[in-house]
């Protein structure tokens, strides 16, 4: 068997969270949970407050990259 670079494990294995989510039923997006697309900016900023934003893998240093990903996620 061969190893999978970086990128292909990635794509597996947010292939397989994917299909958890379908599996179980459970919700995918932010908006399917009632989250109000009108908070998702309040939210990142409150969310780069938070002292746990230090242990985050990449260093996130504006409001502005989460809400990035709060907006993917809605």
Do not use: C, F, H
């Amino acid at each position: 068997t061969r190893l999978l670079s970086d990128m292909e494990a990635g794509e597996k294995a947010v292939a397989a969270v994917r299909d958890l989510i379908a599996d179980t039923g459970l919700p995918g997006r932010l908006r399917d949970v009632e989250v109000a697309e009108q908070i998702l900016s309040e939210a990142s900023e409150q969310a780069l407050e938070d002292g746990d934003i230090i242990y985050n893998p990449r260093p996130v240093l504006e409001s502005s990259e989460i809400e990035k990903l709060y907006r993917k996620a809605w």
